[in-house]
């Protein structure tokens, strides 16, 4: 038993050095700008059929997101794009977005158009 303890309490000393790999400060920033331009958008977000809006599209997405991380399943915003706001991981159905009078789109699409402006628009970004 007493070896089983020390194995145990090595196990808890080192678990505090195990950290999760964040994704580089620009996807950061990336994602953080896409979480905003969402937000602010005023559109409609349509997940399993139900649309919602944007707050709660938010929301949710900030929620697949914070869990990918401690996953370390997301190294850039493109994995971000593909892995939290494309589609839903419990259903496979893909997320819409529905912008005033236009017609739904893609979220994928969405997300990569405005990221893909973003880019463009700041200096020293990469595109």
């Not at 005023?42 to 401690?70: M, P």
């Not at 915003?77 to 991981?89: H, K, Q, V, W």
């Not at 159905?93 to 990221?115: H, M, N, Q, T």
């Amino acid at each position: 038993a007493a070896l089983t303890m020390k194995k145990l309490i090595g196990v808890f000393l080192l678990a505090p050095t195990v950290a999760f790999a964040a994704p580089p400060p620009v996807a950061t920033q990336e994602i953080a700008h896409l979480f905003s331009y969402l937000k602010d958008s005023g559109c409609a977000f349509n997940r399993n059929s139900t649309w919602y809006s944007a707050t709660e599209a938010v929301t949710h997405l900030q929620t697949k997101h914070d869990y990918l991380i401690k996953k370390d399943h997301i190294s850039s915003t493109e994995d971000f794009i593909a892995l939290a706001a494309t589609e839903s991981s419990m259903s496979g159905k893909p997320y819409l977005v529905k912008c005033a009078d236009g017609a739904a789109v893609s979220s994928g699409l969405w997300f990569r158009d405005e990221l893909a402006r973003y880019r463009k628009e700041l200096p020293g970004k990469r595109s």
